[in-house]
Structure formats: C-alpha cells, structure tokens
C-alpha cells in the first residue's frame, strides 16, 4: 500500500514539477524581454540606462540560481544499480493502474517468457517508464470499441526486452520524431504534460537500455531494452 502512493505521487509531482521549472524560468526572462525593449529606446539618460542594466542582471542571476538548483535536482536524480526481477517490477506498475485497464475495457494480455528475469537498475524507476507506456496506450485507445494492451518480455543474450502494443491509431508519421520532446502533447490542457516519454527516455538511458517504437494505423508497439544482471546465467 505504501509503496502504491509514492509511486502514484511521484508520477503526478513529475508534471507539476515541470510547470513549477517552467513558470519560474518565464518570470524572469519575461521582465527582461521587457528591459531589453526599454534599453533599445534611444532617448535614454546614461543614469535610466544603468538602471535597466542593473536590472538585467538581476534577472540573469534569477535565471541562474534556478538553473543551479535544477541541476542539483538531476544530480540527486541518480539511477540506482540493484540486481531486480524485470518481471515484478511490471507486475507492480500493471497492479497501479489494473482499476484504469477494466475501467476502460481493456483487454490484457501477457506473455512473459521467464517468472524472473533479473536486470540491473533502479526498480522504483523502471516502474514510473512502465507506468507511463502502459498510460500512454491505455489512452491511446481511449476512442477504439476493442481495447487490446499485450505486453512481452523476452530475454535475449545480453538484455531483456520488454514490449507494451497496444490497438490505437498509432502515432502519425509527422509526430515520429517529437513524442520524445519535453512537453510535447496531444492531449488536451490539463491533461497530459508531455513529459511522460521524455522522461521514460531520461531513466532508460540512465540505465545503458534504449526506448524505441514501432507504429502503424492499427496500433503502437514500445520497446524497452534493458541490459541482464549476471544473476540469470546462474540459474540457468
Ligand atoms: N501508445 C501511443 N499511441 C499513440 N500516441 C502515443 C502513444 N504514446 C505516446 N503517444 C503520443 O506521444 C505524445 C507524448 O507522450 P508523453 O507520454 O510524453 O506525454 P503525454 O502522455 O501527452 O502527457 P504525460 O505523459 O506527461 O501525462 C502523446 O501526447 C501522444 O500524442
Ligand atoms: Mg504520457
């Protein structure tokens, strides 16, 4: 139970901490954007100039502590490297939402090719990207009559693969390339803040993984690849 609200208030604090970056950042440069505009006037007194001058700067180290604290904010940011069971990690995101996936009428299916698969990485982590995929394609075919979400793991040499498809319209051609965007969205105000794969990218690079997509009119396929921890050729 306690570990179901961190999960749950980690990834509603994830848009909110970006519009929080966001709105910060505005403040400022807005006032200087103005300032700018001022010093460009040419009946200006060597005094009202240096007002305005000393009025950007304040702006600039405005600007500039948000950033500091902004990268202390990525740097506590760290991936931990722990021996966990990819498997269980799915199975706790997939717990999470289960109300949303029979609330919207959504077939699962799964096709797990071992119980445990064992990776190395971060488990609260991996389970915000998987958290994130399976919102995306639950929401994806929010529209659709049949609602049909399949997700695989596989353990190839090296990595483990795991695959979210769901039976939406698929991402549009001219879209392929932006998804990964920060704050990129097509869900309406309110909705959705466009940092969801953005961030599922961030962690699954942290992890030495990749995060790729296959799509077409008839629905959309996630990849995870995610590096094996040692463990799984010793029970083997
Ligand atoms: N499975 C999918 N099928 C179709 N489109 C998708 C799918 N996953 C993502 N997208 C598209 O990519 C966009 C960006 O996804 P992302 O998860 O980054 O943000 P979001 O879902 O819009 O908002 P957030 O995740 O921050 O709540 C979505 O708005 C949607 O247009
Ligand atoms: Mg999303």
């Known amino acids: 139970m306690e570990e179901r609200m961190f999960l749950l208030?980690?990834?509603?604090?994830?848009?909110?901490i970006a519009a929080g970056?966001?709105?910060?950042?505005?403040?400022?440069?807005?006032?200087?954007l103005l300032i700018v505009k001022e010093l460009q006037k040419d009946n200006l007194s060597t005094e009202e100039k240096l007002q305005y001058l000393?009025?950007?700067?304040?702006?600039?180290?405005?600007?500039?502590?948000?950033l500091r604290e902004l990268l202390q904010f990525s740097r506590?940011?760290?991936v931990k490297a722990e021996t966990i069971d990819l498997v269980d990690v799915l199975e706790k995101s997939l717990g999470l939402i289960s109300h949303l996936i029979s609330k919207n009428g959504v077939e699962l299916k799964k096709d797990?090719?071992?119980?445990?698969?064992?990776v190395k990485g971060d488990a609260k982590k991996l389970g915000q990207v998987f958290l994130n995929l399976i919102l995306n394609a639950i929401q994806a075919m929010e529209a659709d009559a049949q609602k049909s979400l399949t997700i695989k793991v596989k353990a190839e040499r090296e990595h483990a693969v795991v695959s979210i498809s769901d039976t939406g319209p698929g991402i549009p051609e001219e879209l392929k390339l932006k998804v990964f965007e920060p704050f990129f969205?097509?869900?309406?105000?309110?909705?959705?803040?466009?940092?969801g794969l953005t961030v599922a990218l961030a962690i699954i690079q942290k992890h030495q993984g990749?995060?790729?997509f296959e799509t077409s009119s008839s629905g959309t396929t996630f990849?995870?690849?995610?590096?094996l921890a040692k463990q799984n050729k010793n029970e083997a």
């Open 9 to 16: 208030e980690k990834y509603a604090s994830l848009g909110q």
């Open 21 to 32: 970056i966001a709105h910060e950042l505005n403040n400022p440069l807005s006032g200087m």
């Open 54 to 66: 000393s009025l950007l700067y304040e702006g600039m180290l405005r600007v500039q502590s948000i």
């Open 76 to 78: 506590a940011e760290e």
């Open 112 to 118: 797990y090719e071992s119980d445990r698969i064992w």
């Open 185 to 195: 969205t097509t869900k309406p105000p309110g909705q959705g803040t466009g940092l």
């Open 210 to 212: 990749d995060l790729w």
């Open 223 to 227: 990849y995870v690849k995610l590096p």
